[in-house]
C-alpha cells in the first residue's frame, strides 16, 4: 500500500488561510470517506483534528476544516495561528483493510 | 481520564522477537477498536494492525503481514503485540491508539487517544 501524497511543507502568515492537500488513489481516498488528519507538534504526541472528512472531535477547533473530492482530500486552516505551526497528517482507509498515512506537511507560520 | 499505556519495547537483534503490551483505562475498553500505529526517529506516521472489540477483526499492515499477531485480553484491558523476524526497518516508537469509533458508529474510523508510546530499536 503507497503512501498518500502530501505536500513536504506549507506556509503561511498569522490570521491567514492556508490548504493542505492529500492525494491517493481509488483504492484509498477515491472510495472511502474515512479519511482523518492529524497535528503533530515535535515531541509531541499526534492529535486527531478531523475525521470522516470534515468531523472535528471535541475540543478541536472550528478553524479546521476538511474537505474530499475524488481522490484527492484537503485540509484548510483559517486564522492561522503560531500554535499551528506543526506537521500535519493525513491518513485514509483503504481497501485492503488497512490504513494508510500521508508522508507529512511541515506548516510554518511566519 | 483516557489513557493508554504501552510497554515492552527493547533493543532487539535482526531476526529477533518481542511483545508489546499496551493497557487501557478511563473510558470502556469493550466499546472500542484498538490500533497499533508506529513511527520510526524523523519519519511519519504508518498504521501497523487493529483489532476490533470482540476480537473478532484483526488486520495488519502488508509490510508487516506474517510477522506479526495482534490479541486483546478484555478482563485485562490490554492488547498486546507480538512481532517476529524483526529488521532494523521495523525500529520506531511504537503507539498503542484507542479509535474514535464506538459501538453506535462503525467500528473504526480514525486514531484519536494515544499512548505516548514504546520504543522498539533492532539492531545488531
Known amino acids: 500500500q503507497s503512501a498518500l501524497t502530501q505536500p513536504a511543507s506549507v506556509s503561511g502568515s498569522p490570521g491567514q488561510s492556508i490548504t493542505i492537500s492529500c492525494t491517493g488513489t481509488?483504492?484509498?481516498?477515491?472510495?472511502?470517506?474515512?479519511v482523518s488528519w492529524y497535528q503533530q507538534h515535535p515531541g509531541k504526541v499526534p492529535k486527531l483534528i478531523l475525521h470522516e472528512v470534515n468531523k472535528r472531535p471535541s475540543g478541536v477547533s472550528n478553524r479546521f476544516s476538511g474537505s474530499k473530492s475524488g481522490n484527492t482530500a484537503s485540509l484548510t486552516i483559517s486564522g492561522l495561528q503560531t500554535e499551528d505551526e506543526a506537521d500535519y497528517f493525513c491518513?485514509?482507509?483503504?481497501?485492503?483493510?488497512?490504513?494508510?498515512f500521508g508522508g507529512g506537511t511541515k506548516l510554518t507560520v511566519l | 481520564e483516557v489513557q493508554l499505556v504501552e510497554s515492552g519495547g527493547v533493543v532487539v537483534q535482526p531476526g529477533g522477537s518481542l511483545r508489546l503490551s499496551c493497557v487501557a483505562s478511563g473510558f470502556t475498553f469493550t466499546d472500542y477498536t484498538i490500533h497499533w500505529v508506529r513511527q520510526a526517529p524523523g519519519k511519519g506516521l504508518e498504521w501497523v494492525s487493529l483489532?476490533?472489540?470482540?476480537?473478532?477483526?484483526?488486520y495488519y499492515a502488508d509490510s508487516l503481514k506474517g510477522r506479526i499477531t495482534i490479541s486483546r485480553d478484555n478482563s485485562k484491558k490490554s492488547v498486546s503485540l507480538e512481532m517476529n523476524s524483526l529488521r532494523p526497518e521495523d525500529t520506531a516508537l511504537y503507539h498503542c491508539?484507542?479509535?474514535?469509533?464506538?459501538?453506535?458508529?462503525?467500528?473504526?474510523?480514525?486514531?484519536?487517544?494515544w499512548g505516548q508510546g514504546t520504543m522498539v530499536t533492532v539492531s545488531s
Open positions: 483489532i476490533s472489540w470482540d476480537s473478532g477483526s484483526t
Open positions: 491508539v484507542k479509535d474514535i469509533g464506538d459501538s453506535t458508529t462503525l467500528p473504526w474510523i480514525a486514531f484519536h487517544i
Open positions: 491518513c485514509s482507509f483503504a481497501r485492503s483493510d488497512t490504513f494508510v
Open positions: 481509488s483504492s484509498d481516498l477515491g472510495s472511502f470517506s474515512l
